[in-house]
């Protein structure tokens, strides 16, 4: 599966965090490629608004007929995933494909697939695997399930900004000033103040204008 993939951002931030989650994934990569030899599917903190990173070994033809055809607002497998968490074989997925959008998949060799979701906050993160031949055994299941919870674990916002972190620039990113910050959350000016400091450094910002939409940009909150 695909969807329309951001343009590709100057930023030298966000393509250090590009780089970082490409490095964790290459650990895995050649057990996910065994896994799945018709093609896989890697989403990381996506959500309605995009995703912060996305890989996709799918065929050509189909990669450029999903895109062409925009297949993203009608594909059963990402809308099951952008609202559920855990492992489902595709053909257990209870939302009814209307346009044949399987069928259609299958004509490219994507025949028999699985998905393994895993949420944090507002986004979910992903990876899909196909074959041709039949389904996913259980012990293929269990076995991609752990490689998808160890990845994504690694790869969780909290690795970036601590919880702590993550409720200011939430608040900020709903138009509260320092003040009104502090109050919601139950701290002191000074912490919520403190608070930004480290965000800011984390993401090399200078403002806190800058700060929230830069995370925001990353998918780190909505």
Same mark, same amino acid.
């Given at each position: 599966m ?10 030298p931030?966000?393509?250090?965090r590009?780089?970082l989650i490409?490095?964790a ?11 799945a030899?018709s093609g896989?599917s ?5 959500s ?11 065929p050509?033809s189909?990669?450029?007929e999903?895109?062409?055809k925009r297949y993203f607002?009608?594909d059963?497998i ?5 609202f559920k ?9 209870p939302?009814?494909d209307f346009?044949r959008?399987m ?13 393994f979701?895993r949420?944090?906050?507002?986004h979910h993160?992903?990876?899909s ?5 039949r ?5 293929e299941?269990?076995?991609? %399930?752990?490689?998808?919870?160890? @990845?994504?674990?690694?790869l969780s916002?909290?690795?970036l900004? !601590? =919880?702590a972190? /993550?409720?200011v620039?939430?608040c900020?990113?709903?138009d509260?000033n320092?003040?009104?910050?502090a109050a919601?959350i139950?701290?002191?000016? %000074?912490?919520?103040?403190e608070? @930004?400091?480290?965000c800011r ?5 200078? !403002? =806190?204008?800058h /700060?929230?939409a ?5 998918n780190?909150?909505?």
């Amino acid at each position: 599966m695909q969807i329309d993939e951001r343009a590709l951002s100057p930023d030298p931030e966000i393509r250090k965090r590009d780089h970082l989650i490409s490095v964790a994934f290459d650990e895995i990569r050649p057990e996910i490629e065994d896994l799945a030899p018709s093609g896989f599917s890697l989403l990381v903190n996506v959500s309605l608004r995009g995703y912060e990173h996305f890989e996709c070994t799918y065929p050509i033809s189909w990669q450029q007929e999903y895109e062409a055809k925009r297949y993203f607002v009608l594909d059963p497998i990402l809308l099951w995933a952008l609202f559920k968490t855990g492992d489902y074989r595709w053909s257990g997925v209870p939302i009814p494909d209307f346009r044949r959008f399987m069928r259609k998949a299958a004509e490219h060799g994507l025949k028999y697939g699985a998905c393994f979701c895993r949420s944090s906050g507002h986004h979910h993160s992903l990876i899909s695997v196909s074959r041709a031949d039949r389904e996913y055994t259980e012990m293929e299941m269990l076995r991609i %399930s752990e490689i998808a919870t160890e @990845l994504f674990m690694k790869l969780s916002r909290g690795d970036l900004f !601590t =919880n702590a972190e /993550l409720q200011v620039l939430q608040c900020l990113a709903h138009d509260l000033n320092v003040k009104e910050s502090a109050a919601k959350i139950g701290v002191s000016e %000074s912490a919520v103040k403190e608070r @930004l400091s480290t965000c800011r450094k984390k993401l090399g910002c200078r !403002t =806190n204008y800058h /700060l929230v939409a830069l995370a925001m940009k990353k998918n780190l909150i909505s």
